[in-house]
């Protein structure tokens, strides 16, 4: 287990970037509303290493994201290095020398929407509490611009570590002041299946996740929604809940379920909630 390079108090429980989607899904069908349609990409065809010479995506490079970015429009003169969370490297584009998405065609080539060529970094922080009054195992979420809900999070600025990044979004985008902890755990650290990746640019991820325990909502601060959030509640967790979360959040929470079962010091009625969760 490699140690967390963020505090000393977040553990890891995988590798960083084994875990996650073999291939990506969301990145191949589904966009922002600005983008063009993807080039169609079929299960078989997604590979890098498998010759697509009819491949001809789109190009897209949203005129806000032009403006802020602090790459340049040309890959040839990024001076920084790319760093991915990616075990293998980065693979780039013989001629282009553009970096290639580690998971495959997207149907999209630049960068859409993202600031970034290659990796772009976010951390988000799952809270989980087992609810004493519904007897529910219930995470804190907020609902995203785009109708979806999802685990606080968002990008890593500079200068940040991932930590940092997940207690400010969390703050930030729900009102509840929270600090990692000697119970905060790295529960993922890769790529994002995101449906705003492309062949060029992706999202990568630091998921941390800390149980609560035992809770009465009236004991606490109830949460409120922030910055781009809409709204931010505690959701009792569901499989359909897990189901229509954004992007990779569905394994996000699974992980976080997957801990609850595993961990020692989990309280037996949330662990049996987590297990019944899962079966489902
Ligand atoms: C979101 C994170 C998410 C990441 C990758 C960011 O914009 O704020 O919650 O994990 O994108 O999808």
Not at 21 to 39: L, M, N, Q, S, V
Not at 91 to 118: C, F, I, K, V
Not at 164 to 190: C, D, H, Q
Not at 193 to 218: I, K
């Amino acid at each position: 287990m490699g140690a967390s390079p963020t505090t000393n108090t977040v553990r890891n429980q995988h590798e960083p970037g084994n875990a996650g989607p073999a291939t990506h899904i969301k990145a191949r069908t589904e966009k922002p509303a600005d983008y063009p349609e993807r080039f169609s990409v079929t299960d078989n065809a997604v590979n890098w290493n498998i010759p697509y010479p009819e491949y001809a995506p789109p190009r897209y490079e949203s005129p806000r994201m032009l403006e802020r970015s602090p790459d340049p429009a040309d890959i040839h003169g990024l001076t920084r290095t790319m760093q991915s969370y990616e075990q293998r490297g980065l693979q780039l584009d013989g001629a282009t020398d553009e970096p290639l998405n580690p998971r495959g065609r997207t149907g999209m080539s630049g960068r859409g929407q993202l600031w970034l060529w290659g990796p772009n970094h976010a951390a988000d922080f799952l809270l989980t509490r087992f609810n004493t009054d519904t007897q529910q195992l219930e995470a804190l979420l907020i609902l995203r611009n785009n109708g979806q809900w999802a685990v606080p999070g968002g990008m890593v600025d500079a200068g940040e570590s991932p930590a940092m990044t997940a207690m400010r979004e969390l703050k930030e985008e729900t009102n509840i002041p929270f600090s990692t902890s000697s119970k905060t755990w790295e529960l993922y650290r890769g790529y994002v299946d995101d449906p705003r990746n492309t062949d060029n640019a992706w999202m990568e991820t630091v998921v941390l996740h800390e149980h609560l325990g035992n809770v009465s909502p009236s004991d606490g601060n109830a949460p409120s929604a922030g910055s781009d959030a809409r709204k931010a509640e505690w959701k009792p967790i569901s499989q359909e809940l897990i189901q229509g979360l954004y992007a990779s959040h569905p394994s996000f929470v699974r992980a976080g379920l997957e801990a609850l079962t595993e961990a020692p010091g989990t309280d037996p009625q949330a662990r049996q909630a987590a297990a019944t969760v899962l079966s489902l």
